[in-house]
Every structure is written in C-alpha cells, then in structure tokens.
T-cell receptor, first 113, second 114 residues
Framework: GESVGLHLPTLSVQEGDNSIINCAYSNSASDYFIWYKQESGKGPQFIIDIRSNMDKRQGQRVTVLLNKTVKHLSLQIAATQPGDSAVYFCAENMQGGSYIPTFGRGTSLIVHP | EAQVTQNPRYLITVTGKKLTVTCSQNMNHEYMSWYRQDPGLGLRQIYYSMNVEVTDKGDVPEGYKVSRKEKRNFPLILESPSPNQTSLYFC?????????????FGSGTQLSVL
C-alpha cells in the first residue's frame, strides 16, 4: 500500500507548551485516519480518529486536523505534560479497502519538565 | 476489562524451532491482526482475519502462519523461525461495522531468534 510519512522523527517540547505532530499521507482514497500513542514497553493506544467528512475533531487536550487538499494530518496536544512523552503514529484506512491500515513510522515526542 | 492479551511477553529461541505466540481478545471483535515492529520501519501487518476461519495476508506474511478457529483467539505460528524474524510483535483487534474502526493492541511480544 501507499506509505504514510511523518515530517519530524523527534519533537522536543517544554512542559506546558502545545505540541503539533504532523503526518502526510499519499493515498487520496483514504477516508479514515487514526492517531495512536505508544509508550515505552507498551502497545499502541488509540488517541483520536477522524473521518474524511470532517476537517477537525477535538478530544480531551487533543485535536486532530485533516487537510484533504494537501493530504495532511496533524495532532495537536494542548498543555503538554511529561506523561505525553511517547511515540505517536498516524494511520490511514480506506473504506471498502482490504482492512490493512497503513502506519507512519512514528514521531517521538519528548516533554521536558 | 476490555483487552487484547498476548503471550509470552518475551521469547528467545533458536533458528528452526517452531513457536507459537498466542493472542486473545475479550471484546467479541470480528477483526484481528498481527504486526511486527522494527526500528525505522514502523508497524507492518503480517496477517489479518475478518472472522472465524477467514484469514488474509498482510504486507509481510512470509515465514508466518495464523489460524482463527475461535473468534477470541488468533495465534501466530512461526514454523521455522529465522534470525530476520527477531522483532517486536503486536496483536490487535477491532470491531467490523462495515467501515474501518480503531484497533486495540496487545502489550507486545519481543522475539529473539538466535
């Protein structure tokens, strides 16, 4: 399948700052996007998702933005905390596809106290 | 508690010695899948299953087998492991609602093949 890429492999921020993690996707037919968080020694954990009929979705301290025109996805984390330190993956799916989501390689978020 | 359980957590074996990694979910999910995670390569899908007795190859199926005899279990079988299968493995499951849904992942199995 087509690959999903991340712009920055590592992002360092200070506690309390807002973090933005970016993701570019190349399959214009993708219509479902998910962000996962993977803490050290653990499996990926769902954070937030968005379908292609939306361009913004908010959760608790997190917001996902979808720009279908430029095939770009971003995860914004407000008031970043040390517990947010992890690797963040975006994943794309295509409705009616083969149920094989495509994952980006991940961005490591490091939060300095 | 809703969860995906993998066993073992760590496994060291030798080339050619058959092994099985078990995966079980208690959420009544139809969809289950296996991934391997390697540095610099991210998560790559090995096999997936959309229901009992229905399995399909993912992106990197060579050297692996799976079975889905029961809805809750989806074991990963390495008939003759080789060193290039040393990796971190994750099992995942999700609902199937007619469209894609989020995945629930297990805690991972770190496999080393000597």
């Amino acid at each position: 399948g087509e690959s999903v890429g991340l712009h920055l492999p590592t992002l360092s921020v200070q506690e309390g700052d807002n973090s933005i993690i970016n993701c570019a996707y190349s399959n214009s037919a993708s219509d479902y996007f998910i962000w996962y968080k993977q803490e050290s020694g653990k499996g990926p954990q769902f954070i937030i998702d968005i379908r292609s009929n939306m361009d913004k979705r908010q959760g608790q301290r997190v917001t996902v933005l979808l720009n279908k025109t430029v095939k770009h996805l971003s995860l914004q984390i407000a008031a970043t905390q040390p517990g947010d330190s992890a690797v963040y993956f975006c994943a794309e799916n295509m409705q009616g596809g083969s149920y094989i989501p495509t994952f980006g390689r991940g961005t490591s978020l490091i939060v300095h106290p | 508690e809703a969860q995906v359980t993998q066993n073992p957590r760590y496994l060291i074996t030798v080339t050619g010695k058959k092994l099985t990694v078990t995966c079980s979910q208690n959420m009544n999910h139809e969809y289950m899948s296996w991934y391997r995670q390697d540095p610099g390569l991210g998560l790559r899908q090995i096999y997936y299953s959309m229901n009992v007795e229905v399995t399909d190859k993912g992106d990197v199926p060579e050297g692996y087998k799976v079975s889905r005899k029961e809805k809750r279990n989806f074991p990963l079988i390495l008939e003759s492991p080789s060193p290039n299968q040393t990796s971190l493995y994750f099992c995942a499951s999700s609902l199937m609602t007619g469209r894609q849904e989020k995945l629930f992942f297990g805690s991972g199995t770190q496999l080393s093949v000597l």
